[in-house]
């Protein structure tokens, strides 16, 4: 077995939070939640500059190019969902079965 990039794994991992988003609510809920977070983020002083980024994506991007920043395998996507704004939407239950399916990937990666 070829060993795999730990930060590879930690992509998966941002790739199958956004899909869980996604499966948990229509986008008008995460536009909103995003929205929320990015402005409570902003008022605690923690911002940077990939926060402008999402607040223009949730915003005035298109569902189309939403869905695909949050779900694309290409460097961009990869980028912007290393800062993912749509945290506190998903349950507990999922979060937790995402996390076990990381650590498994990175059990069989070798890494535990």
Same mark, same amino acid.
């Given at each position: 077995m070829v060993k795999r990039n730990p930060h590879l794994l930690l992509d998966d991992r941002k790739l199958w939070l956004a899909q869980a988003v996604l499966k948990a609510a229509e986008l008008p809920i995460i536009r909103a939640k995003s929205l929320s977070n990015l402005e409570r983020w902003k008022a605690k002083?923690?911002?940077?500059?990939v926060y402008d980024e999402w607040w223009e994506i949730m915003t005035n991007a298109t569902d189309e190019y939403l869905i695909d920043?949050?779900?694309?395998? $290409?460097? %961009? *996507?990869?980028?912007?969902r290393q800062s993912m704004p749509y945290t506190g939407i998903i349950d507990e239950e999922t979060r937790l079965e995402i996390y076990a399916r $990381?650590? %498994? *990937?990175q059990r069989l990666n070798g890494e535990l």
């Open positions: 002083g923690t911002w940077g500059q920043v949050m779900t694309g395998e $290409y460097d %961009e *996507a990869n980028r912007l $990381y650590q %498994e *990937a």
